[in-house]
Structures are given as C-alpha cells and as structure tokens.
C-alpha cells in the first residue's frame, strides 16, 4: 500500500455535511447521517405493521381485521426497506454480508441480521397462512381457464408454486391455518419488539456517547415504533380505501366487472369504525412513549452529571425548534389533542397520523443527529447540513434523495405484493 | 421428612453451592499465555515537554499513508490556552499537522479568536493518539471481528474485513479512529506495528525532538518507560468509561479530555 | 479479548515497509551516520541535535538507492513549527527563540541565513 494513496487534498466522509465550530477533535464528523435516521424510523414501521395486524391475529379484536390485513401486507412490504439504509450507509456495501458470515456477538449490530431474517420468515409465514386459501383458489381458477394467454400462463404457474403443494382447502384445513396463523402472531409480537427494541440499543449502549447512552433507549424506541407503525398504517389505510372510492364512484378496473365489488357507502363505513379503534392504539402508544422521552429529559436534567451543560446547550438551545416545537410540539401534542377533542372524523385522525409519523421522524433525526452534534470534547458542536443536491455518489446517498429512495420503496414493494396477495380480501365466511 | 434428612440435605445444597463456578471450569492453557504475554505496549505522553511542532503528525501521516491533506489523523496534538480572566480555548487547527504557527485559537467556521499577549495564563500542548484500550470500546461493537486487540496490546482494523459501518467510530470515546478517506475502511493508531515489529520506534516516537512521546513494553519491569509509569504520577483520559486506557499522560490538567 | 479476528491480518500489518530510519533521539541518527559521519558528529553537538534528521530531510526508505537523494524540505513553515513566537510561558515553548512570521524577513526562507546544522547565531552565513 505504500506510495499507492495520493497526497493530495480530498474530502473525508461527513466533511460534506458537517459544520464544525469551536474545539472539536479532529477526527469527528457527522458519521452516521441521514441513512441511519432511516434506519430506526423504517424498522419501527415495520415492527409497528406488525403489532397493529397482530392485535386482530392474537388478540382477535374482530373490528380491526380489515386494516390488520392490510397492516401484515404492507409491514411485509416494508420489510426489505428496513435493511435498505444500512447497506446505503456502509462504506464498503459489498461486505455487508459479512455480517452475517462471521458475526461477533458482543456487537449490538451483529444479530441484527438474524433478528430481521427471523422476523422476515415469521411475517412471510404468517402470510402464506393467511393467504393460502387464496392462492389455490387463484390456481385452481386459472387452470379451469379455457384459452389461457401467456399470461395467464405465468400467473398460474406463479400462484401454484405460491400454494407449495397444499391444496388442501377445506374447512379444517383452513381452520389449522388459522390456529397457525395466530401462533405465528404471537411469536411475531415478542421478535417485533426485539427487533426494534435491539435498534434502540444499538443507540443506548454507546457508552462514548452521553446523548445516547440510556437503558431507556429500547424501551422509548420500541413505543415510538408502534406509533409510527399504527400512524402509517392508519394513514395508508384511509389513502388506499379513498383510491377505492374513487375507483368505485368511476366503475373503474375490478368495479367495471364484478358485482360484488364493494361500493361507496360499505367502504366508508368500514373504513370510519376501524380508524377510530386503530387511532385509540395510536394514543395508548403515545402517551407511554411520551412519557419515557420526557422522563429521560427530566432525569437528565435533574442528575445533571458532567455532560449535562453541553447536552442542555444542544436540547435546550441550539435544537430547541427540532426537539421542542417540531418533534414535541407538531409530532405529539398537537395531533394528540386532534385526537382527543370530541367528534373525532376520519379526516381529522388522517391528519393526526400525518403528524405523528413527522414527529416520529424527528424523534429519530435528534437521537441520531442530535447525538452527534456536540463533540467528545464537550467544548465543540457540530452542525448537520442535509445535502439536498448531490454532486458525488457518497451526497446521494446520505442526502435527501437517498432518504427518498428509502421511503418511496415501501410504496413501489406494496404495489406489487398487492398483485399477489390483495390486501383487501373479502372473504365469504368469519374466520374466527 | 425428618429433621435429620432435611438439616443433612441442607448441608449437602450449601456444600454444594459454596463450590465456585470457575473451579469447575476447565483451564485453557492458550488464554493463560494471551494473559501473560511478554510484550504489552504503552504510551507515555509527557505534556510538560510537548512544544507543539506536530512533526509527530507530518511523521505518522507520511509512515502510514494518512493523505496529508485529508481532515483526518491518527494522532494530533492539542492546545490549550487559559487567560488570566479564567477563559479557556482549546484548538487542533488540522490536527496540529503543520504545527501552531498562529497565536490566534482557531474556533471553527473560519473564525479566529485573537488573545492578548498579556492576558495569557497557563497554554500547553497535548499530543494525542488511540489509548489501545486495555477493554476496547470499539473492538467490542465491530459487528464482524474486522477490529481486534492483538496479544502484544495493540488494537488493529482488518482492512479487507472491514464493512465500514462506522459503529466502532462512534464507540471510541477518544475520536482516535476515522474513515480513511482512500481505502474507505475504519482507520486508527497502530502504534506503528509494522516499526514495532521491525524493533523500531514508532514514526511519531522517532520524529519527536523533545522526548514528549515514548513507548514501552509494561509488562517488562525494567523497560525505562515501565518504571516511569510505575513510580511517577500518571493519568490517562477519560477513564469513567472503563475502557482502561494505555496511553499514559504526565501533566494533564482537568479540561484535557 | 471479544471474540475471533483474522489471525493473518497481524502479519499483513507487520509486513508493511517501515519508511522512517532510526533517527529518532533515543537512537542518535545512528543509520545516517553510517555514511554521513561528519555531518551528523557535528549536528548532534549543536543545538539541533535532538531533531532526527529525518524531520526535514524526508523519510529514508530505499535510500541511497532509490531515491539517491533526499527530498529536503527547506521551507519557513517547516522552522516556524518550533520558532513561530508564542506567548507561552508555561510551556516547553518558552526556551525555543521564536520570531513573529509576519515581521521577520516575510517571504524569505530561513536557511538561506540560519545554518539548521549549526543554528547559533555566531554561525549564521
């Protein structure tokens, strides 16, 4: 390696987003940036998913079985997304497998990859167990089909090999399904909250960072991913069955043909009663995950141990719009008292759930980027600047366009699992 | 049961109880020997001689291929400056790669803090490096085994092992480890291994003019710097986070973190 | 201590070519002196003798054979490191003579009065 590396002068990674002002060392910049403010914010969407379809699964609350549904498709859809900023953010993106080759267990982030492997194969179990009934429906279906297209052809080739060789659909096999399907759940709940309480303590266990560094930390991550997970399912919920009324109204794709088809009053009323029960969850969540934010804050402020003066420095004065008016403020109390004054609609917890998933966000961003805005030096800060237009690969990815390509995906997956396996079902008889 | 079953079944629990886990445990003479090895590498610092020239950093960037102009280092040197009027002002303009050649305290965003010749109290240097942690942070979170702490103390990064992932960055309380700007991996003080290991001083230990940096081996009683670090008062940084450094300081002061 | 490593990375860093010589002040310049004798006798009775030659003559790797000669660095800045006046009385820094860079002979580089083998200033050129 010797005389191979250029002695000329060039950027180091973070130099292009950091500001750096007073005594910092010289090695610190804003490592971790936006990609790993993703990462918590996506895999407590996903973990969150998951817990909403499982209190119908688990718990049978019957009200929820539609947005549970829903909830399972689209925490699946999410799933792949969790690991997608991680692998952005590493700087040798082709190693990320050895991860999982030579793990080393006294890394938080080394079981990372056989928590979310576990986690993804209990989410695809579940669903073909929900789904299967379907699957050899569809099959079946497609094979008494007369002059099938090349198409067709392939679907049927596709939901064949979906059944894996249980065609069996009678009542009890479909009632073991069931059975399965609700061990699966509840499994599913306890591997959920790990996989997001873990994500936390990738945070808390820090010990060189005194923003991070709380056994608090699982515990506020795991809350704050339910409720970012029942807000966007809430919220992609009222979305879609508005794409459905739309489509209703305008006798459009499965409206134009089938009878059947739902119509515009059953879809509203179905949509209003589950909302309401979901948005009840949503509060539930956020006054627990609230009150662990705040007792943290509280707790650091009354010890007020040595590095108290600069994180009351960064919460209290440099952050304060983030933290206190834009994650607090417009991410907690605001939809919560949107929520909670009487007459709740539809369109008022739509908007709620806006505003919880932004206050979600920020929480994210002011752990991840709040911790890294003071320096180990704790006479220096330093300030994150999101490169919004990228001019190398490295701005792209850590900058705002590489965050979008993360939240878009979630959306794109979705439309193509939907094919597969429609998240709005109707099937004939109670299942439970 | 009666009493004599059950006081003797007691007995027999305590008995059994009182026989420590670790007396059960079969001895691995390997780990014995990783314990005990002969050489233990440390650092000793000595602020008091430091007059900031930064050859150490120009020395160690060149031997170990750190681009010279690239905002990282694997060692800098510090200043410290009070003024009789009990500010303080600490700076590292570049890691202190061309030495302090301003009197003027660099604060960052390209502002210059311009202190009166007469007000200035107490200013020294402080040269610093990875402490080669006796329990290393930062090989404790690598999530592949790509950084590692080997036999002889020095803690190493794997170049071809390592994802890259930042995590041991964040862990090291000291800002001793960076992204190496070239190879794109995890990059940190290797005490110069390869010098070590061809019996010379390390880079930064050669270039110094005035003796503020030294090495030895702390498990060789006789080994001038052992003694040194055995008889005279020495600190180390930060030692509230347990990583037990081995890097070993002569005249810090309390703001030196 | 944590777990497993690549055992033949250690070697892999072992092996890289050290491109520093043994200049350093516990060793005395004793590699330079095996051909630059005089030159390095005379230097480590003067002032500057616990400067390791390397310092501003360049890292010694393959020399003499490649490069046969050094690339010495002659610079100002290279001498305002330890001479640039600081007002630093607590420090080491107040025994080195500093001047002030803006003032003393600005643009001119040092050697061509100072001697930076013989640096007293009978011995100027």
Known sequence: MVGQIAQHAMEVHGEAWTIKELFTLPNEEIYWSIQIVMYPFMTGLVAGAFVLSSLYHVFGIEKLKEIARFSLVFSFALLPVAMMPLLLHLQQPFRGIHVMMTPHFTSAIAAFGFVFSTYGCIVATELWLVYRK???????????????????????????????????????????????????????????CFLHGYAGFIFGSVKANALWMTPLMPVIFICSAVVSGVALCILCYVVVQEIRKFMARRKIARWAKDVNAPTVDQLEGAKHEEVMIASNYLMYFMIAALTLEILDLIFRGYTQVKSWDILREV???????????????????????????????????????????????????????????????????????????????????????????????PFVLFYFINKVMPAFLKEEEPTH | MERRDFLKKCIMVIAGASVPLSALTLVDPKKVLAANPSIQWAFLVDTTKCVGCGFCVKACKTENDIPLNANVTRTWVER?????????????????????????????????????????????????????????????????????????????????????????????????????PVLKVADKCTFCYHRLSKGLDSACVNACPFGARKMGNIHDKNDPITQIIMNERVGVLKDEFGTKPQAFYIGLAQEVR | ????????????????????????????????????????????????GTIPCENCHGPVLNHPEKPE?????????????????????????KRIPGIDPKTHNTGAVCVSCHNPHNPSLEGMK
């Open chain 3, 69 to 93: 000669k050094l690339d010495v660095d002659r610079s100002r800045e290279l001498c305002l490191r330890c001479h640039t006046n600081l007002p630093y009385t607590t420090s080491e820094r």
């Open chain 3, 1 to 48: 201590m944590y777990s497993y490593h690549r055992k033949s990375n250690e070697a892999e860093w072992a092996n890289q070519p050290a491109k520093y010589g043994t200049t350093g002040r516990e060793k005395l310049h004793e590699f330079c002196a095996e051909c630059h004798g005089d030159v390095v006798k005379i230097r480590t009775e003067k002032l500057h």
């Open chain 1, 315 to 409: 919460i209290m004065e440099r952050d304060f719009t983030k933290i206190f008016v834009m994650q607090y403020g417009l991410g907690n109390i605001l939809p919560f008292l949107i929520m909670v004054l009487p007459g709740r609609t539809v369109r008022r917890t739509t908007i709620a759930t806006i505003l919880v998933l932004f206050g979600v966000f920020m929480m994210r961003y002011n752990v991840v980027i709040g911790g890294q805005a003071f320096s180990l030096s704790f006479a220096g800060f330093m300030d994150y600047e999101l490169p919004i237009i990228p001019h190398n690969i490295e701005t792209y990815k850590e900058g705002l366009l590489g965050a979008l390509t993360v939240a878009a995906t």
């Open chain 2, 80 to 180: 410290y400056v009070y003024t009789k009027d009990d500010r303080r002002y600490v700076d590292s303009p570049k890691g202190a790669l061309d030495g302090y050649t301003d009197a003027r305290i660099d604060l960052g965003k390209g502002e210059f803090k311009e202190i009166d010749k007469d007000n200035v109290g107490k200013a020294f240097f402080v040269p610093k490096l990875c402490n080669h942690c006796a329990s290393p942070a930062c090989t404790q979170v690598c999530p592949v085994g790509a950084t590692y702490k080997a036999d002889n103390g020095v803690v190493l990064v794997d170049r071809k092992w390592c994802i890259g992932c930042g995590y041991c960055i964040m862990a090291c309380p000291y800002a001793a480890r960076f992204f190496h």
């Open chain 1, 134 to 192: 379907y699957f050899v429906q569809t099959a079946l279906e497609l094979k008494a089909m007369k002059n099938r297209g090349t198409i067709d052809n392939l679907r049927c080739l596709l939901f064949a090999a979906l059944t894996l060789g249980a065609w069996d659909i009678s009542d009890e096999a479909v009632e073991k399904d069931h059975k399965a399907c609700k061990i699966m759940a509840g499994i599913g709940i306890p591997v959920a």
